[in-house]
């Protein structure tokens, strides 16, 4: 049982030289105590994206405005914020 609950989440369109132009950023607050990227699972398809924190019941499911190139989908991780950021490519 238990419910899931939401990462709290920031989504922008930015425009993204390196990736070619239009690019949603991602922005997901992780929760004290994850320290790097093996600590979550990250989906990201071209018409939404799942972030999981493993072993919690802390996740985010949300679908892109608009398409987006997944194959070349970016995520890093930042102990410094403590945030997960999403880059994916508009199509």
Do not use: I
């Amino acid at each position: 049982g238990g419910r899931l609950t939401e990462l709290s989440h920031e989504c922008a369109e930015v425009t993204h030289p390196k990736l070619g132009g239009e690019a949603y950023s991602l922005t997901v607050s992780m929760p004290e105590g994850v320290g790097d990227m093996s600590e979550v699972d990250v989906e990201v398809s071209s018409l939404k994206v799942e972030v999981e924190v493993r072993g919690t019941k802390q996740c985010l499911n949300l679908a892109w405005p608009k398409p987006v190139d997944a194959d070349r989908a970016q995520a890093k991780f930042s102990r410094k914020r403590g945030t997960l950021t999403v880059l994916a490519p508009l199509v």
